[in-house]
């Protein structure tokens, strides 16, 4: 039974001083800034010394008596239950993990025997056992699971005589799987399988469970994509509830649809587009006129024919965004509305809503309207054929004026014929996003510019070919027309002061831009920050600075790591990367829910029906659409992550042990990466540098010889050979040419 305070009397102290004490005790531990102190820590901060301190003792002795404060394993006194906190748990491979706690200035450090049995991805309640040092993390333990994230795993089977284990393709998982007798479906080894959790083990307790899908052998053509489509929960076939809803939609756009509509398909309206796009949602426009330039962004009007709170509109949300892995896509919409009456195929009439913008001579938007519009595409254009059209209109006016060096080689003017009737119009494009690109940068606009890997696969979904592919003129006309389309639409409706949903890119953390400012210094880059903040232009200027240097692509990568992650939110907090006060994802939704959303506030608000109900419905539901789109553009990013990953191991397994000329792209305790042409990148392992003994120097991101003095560093040329390929582990090993002896059949 409990000792309450009102008759406790004292030994050491009087009775008034005594309960003073208290008081300032429990106040500094109820204080947000607390963190669990020892007694000799309370008396220093209570300016506590000689006999007083056995006074502390009776106070502290008091309360924790009667249950207000608690002692934790440390000796470190909390408020009771005040010490747990709650997170998500990110596994490692060797065992160990870290919590992200909401709030807290970092993640929490749990080793392999404090992880309590919980799994990658798990909500998990912890104990904060140690503070995080200057330059460390903080330590903890679980204490508990509250919420598993991996009822199903995708893996690899192996079997032993009497049972087997499952090997999680997620290598974060970091235990396998044992599977009982009877519970294998009959899998064999090498098969890749679904195996659904039954126990999730204790402590060091591996996890059990039943194979409950057999997806094919791990060679099998196609196993490969299929296991990632399993593991991420990518969605299959549409439910017959949605199939039976579009067969009631029509294939082409029917008279009565267009009434109230501007019309504009008299407008020459184009569509510029990858090669194999097949879901066309924006078109533009372009005209020259006194003042500067008139544009307009015509977008698929895909709420028109998704309703909400429909069977497809529920799908869609479900699904958040469409996927576009190696050999397939798996889409937001079914392919009738996707490829079809949404798709803004050339030559068809189609339902848009535009935004048409007033440019002056130097590119700023100086008027605007957002309205409901019935458009048709003249021409389906590509970027290959627009950039060659730009390439060579360019090289001719190097001609004309008479530079040597930039004249055109042949006869022929290269341009496609069916594109020539468009070269004025595609060169009147390239001048009006060359003034807005340049208005963003002067702004500050950060633009990274990193190539993107090409993969061909033939008809079995095997790699034959991967390149990089860089961002051309037509690219990036596109892109700037669809960012000024995004900025206006969202300025708008901030000023209207309505519910929407914006693409908000938050500003860096102040810690982590200290470290980047500490980093950037050891290049002779110097990052300059201003009560705390650094601006957008800052960064830009880096970038500028180190183009065309060594040090160019890790820099790009330590900068892009050191910003937040965009993502979607009801509220209006601007958009850091690109130096925007206003941003939305307005343009594409056919693949982006997000998009979708805010195209039916903008025509409820343009129809006069946003009115106190709709409001409420909207300021109700947008913060769960916000966080749960979100997250399903995560998830695409990582299967698409990793189906590009596993292309890239097979692509190799027919070049091991052979050489190739690379650049050194990120160094590491454990060995350097190395990056090839081709954009494949694979780790040379620092045990694998026999001849010294090599540190690494992590302020300068360098593996350092002991006695040869030998160096690696980023953006260092090497030429390695090819040693392995993991398929299951989704890694290339290179060793240095130089280190690659006669016996290379031993690796």
């Known amino acids: 039974m409990k000792k309450h305070v009102t008759g406790y009397e004292p030994r050491l102290q009087s009775r008034e001083k005594f309960l003073e004490r208290r008081e300032t005790v429990l106040a500094i531990m109820k204080d947000k800034n607390y963190r669990p102190m020892r007694r000799r820590d309370l008396a220093v901060l209570m300016n506590v010394s000689g006999p007083e301190k056995d006074a502390l003792a009776e106070v502290l002795a008091s309360l924790e008596e009667d249950g207000l404060i608690q002692a934790n394993r440390r000796g470190k006194y909390v408020l009771p239950g005040a010490e747990k906190e709650t997170g998500v748990y990110s596994g490692n491979a060797k065992g160990f993990g870290f919590v992200t706690v909401e709030g807290r200035n970092g993640d929490v450090f749990i080793s392999m025997e404090n992880t309590g049995g919980a799994l990658h991805g798990d909500t ?18 679980i204490t508990a699971v509250l919420e598993h994230a991996n009822e199903e795993i995708v893996g690899l089977y192996e079997k032993t005589k009497n049972y087997g284990f499952v090997l999680p393709d997620n290598p974060k998982i970091g235990r396998d799987i044992f599977i009982p007798a009877g519970c294998s479906m009959g899998a ?31 060679n099998e053509p196609g196993v490969d994509v299929q296991s990632v489509v399993e593991a991420h929960h990518l969605p299959g076939e549409f439910p017959e509830a949605v199939l039976e809803e579009i067969r009631d939609i029509p294939d082409v756009v029917l008279p009565e649809e267009t009434e109230g509509r501007l019309d504009l398909r008299d407008l020459v309206t184009v569509t510029i587009d990858g090669d194999d796009s097949k879901d066309l949602d924006d078109a533009v426009t372009i005209e020259r006129t006194e003042g500067g330039y008139r544009l307009g962004v015509h977008i698929a009007d895909v709420s028109h024919y998704v309703k909400e709170k429909s069977p497809l509109d529920e799908e869609a949300l479900i699904r958040g965004t469409s996927v576009y892995l190696a050999d397939r896509v798996i889409p937001m919409l079914p392919p009738k509305l996707s490829n079809g009456i949404c798709s803004l195929n050339m030559g068809e009439d189609r339902l848009t809503l535009s935004c048409l913008m007033e440019l002056d001579q130097e590119g700023h938007i100086i008027e605007h309207r957002i309205c409901e519009t019935v458009i048709r595409v003249n021409k389906r254009m590509t970027y290959g054929k627009v950039n060659q059209v730009l390439e060579c209109a360019a090289r001719q006016a190097a001609e004309q004026a008479g530079d040597r060096e930039n004249q055109v080689l042949d006869d022929g003017s290269g341009i496609p014929e069916d594109y020539l009737p468009y070269k004025d119009l595609l060169l009147l494009m390239k001048e009006a996003a ?46 700037d027309f669809m960012l000024a389309a995004n900025e206006t639409v969202a300025e708008e409706y901030f000023w209207r002061q309505s519910p929407f949903l914006y693409r908000v890119h938050d500003d860096p953390d102040s810690e982590k831009m200290k470290s980047l400012a500490a980093f950037l210094g050891n290049f002779g880059f110097v990052l300059h920050i201003r009560q705390g903040k650094v601006y957008p232009k800052e960064l830009q200027q880096i970038l500028e600075k180190a183009g065309g240097k060594p040090s160019e692509a890790l820099v790009k990568r330590i900068v892009l790591r050191s910003m937040q992650q ?5 509220e209006n907090r601007g958009h850091f990367g690109l130096a925007a006060e206003y941003y939305t994802h ?18 409820e608000t343009i129809a006069g029906g946003m009115n106190g109900r709709r409001v409420s419905h909207f300021e109700r539901i947008l913060p769960e659409v916000a966080v749960k789109t979100s997250a399903l553009e995560r998830r695409a990013e990582d299967a698409e992550r990793e189906v590009e990953k596993l292309k890239k191991v097979e692509y190799m397994e027919k070049y091991v042990g052979e050489e190739f000329d690379g650049t050194i792209s990120s160094v590491t305790s454990w060995g350097f990466y190395v990056e090839l042409p081709n954009t494949v990148e694979g780790l040379v392992h620092v045990n694998e540098l026999y001849d010294d ?35 299951f582990m989704k890694t290339v090993d290179f060793i240095p040419a130089e280190r690659a002896w006669d016996g290379l059949e031993s690796y």
């Open 124 to 141: 998990v309640e912890l104990v904060v056992d140690r503070e995080a040092a200057p330059g460390g993390k903080a330590e903890g333990h």
């Open 188 to 218: 064999k080894n090498g098969h890749k399988v679904v195996v659904h959790i039954t126990d999730f083990g204790r402590g060091r307790e591996n996890p059990s469970g039943e194979v409950i899908r057999i997806i094919g052998h791990l």
């Open 434 to 479: 060359r003034k807005l690109r340049n208005l963003r940068k002067i702004r500050g606009s950060v633009d990274f510019d990193f190539p993107e890997s090409k993969i061909e696969l033939d008809d079995c979904g095997r790699p034959v070919n991967i390149y990089p592919r860089m961002r051309g003129e037509g690219e990036r006309i596109i892109e």
């Open 566 to 570: 965009a993502k979607y939110s009801p």
């Open 586 to 603: 307005f343009t594409s939704p056919i693949r982006r829910y997000p998009d979708l959303q805010i195209h039916r506030i903008i025509k």
């Open 693 to 727: 003994y090599y540190v690494f120097d992590e302020a300068r991101c360098e593996l350092i010889g002991r006695m040869t003095g030998r160096v690696y560093r980023i953006g260092q040329p090497c030429r390695v050979v090819v040693t392995g390929c993991d398929r």
